[in-house]
Every structure is written in C-alpha cells, then in structure tokens.
C-alpha cells in the first residue's frame, strides 16, 4: 500500500519559517518528479512546488518563488518544502503528491496518482 506522509506543519507567526516533509512508503519514487501542492479555505487546490527525480529541476508557483525551497532525499524517499517569510496568505492544508509514471506536466494535478492526507499550516499576522 501506497502511502505519503505529510509533517512539519502548524502555527507560525508572519516572516516564519515552516520546513513540511513528505515520507513514502510502499513505493520509491526515487526516479519519479514530486510535488507539493496547498488548498486554502474555500478555494481550490494550487500547485506550489515540484522537483525533478534527480533534484535538478525545481519548479515553482509565482506566488512562492524566492520564499520556498523544494528538495529531496531519495535514499530516504523523502521531499522537503523549506517555507520561509511566510504570508498570511500562505495558510493552507499542504499535500505532497507523487505519480504512478513519468509526467508531462510537474505542475498539473492531474499528473499526479497518490496523495497524502495533508498538514495544516496556518500563518498568523
């Protein structure tokens, strides 16, 4: 059984820093893309991050870049989300996904096959 592990969420006050962490487990994702993605209340789920399988290529929402790191750890089947000079704004539940093959399209959700549960980051002004 498939299963990605989101932590590291919770309450911080504006200009703070969160690192998420994304462990799997029933499957390596070492040679697949990863991604994370968020959803505020009463708005849609966005992409916010991904990385390529070899941490090369990182990708970013507009709204993030330059405030949020993306890598990974592949002999640990990990992938990290360092998120600093939080915004309000950023409150959301925060998902990290993976995909059952390679993908086209980092950014798109419909890319992406299993999905964790979510952790709640929720940034105070």
């Known amino acids: 059984q498939v299963q990605l592990v989101e932590s590291g969420g919770g309450l911080v006050q504006a200009g703070g820093s969160l690192r998420l962490s994304c462990a799997a487990s029933?499957?390596?994702?070492?040679?697949?893309?990863m991604g994370w993605f968020r959803q505020a209340p009463g708005k849609e789920r966005e992409f916010v991050a991904a990385?390529?399988?070899?941490?090369?290529?990182?990708y970013y929402a507009d709204s993030v870049k330059g405030r949020f790191t993306i890598s990974r750890d592949n002999a640990k089947n990990t992938v990290y989300l360092q998120m600093n000079s939080l915004k309000p704004e950023d409150t959301a539940v925060y998902y990290c996904?993976?995909?059952?093959?390679?993908?086209?399209?980092?950014?798109?959700?419909?890319?992406?096959?299993?999905w964790g549960r979510g952790t709640q980051v929720t940034v105070s002004s």
């Open positions: 990385i390529s399988w070899s941490g090369y290529s990182t």
């Open positions: 029933g499957r390596t994702f070492s040679t697949y893309a």
């Open positions: 996904a993976g995909p059952e093959s390679h993908t086209a399209n980092v950014m798109a959700q419909y890319e992406y096959d299993y």
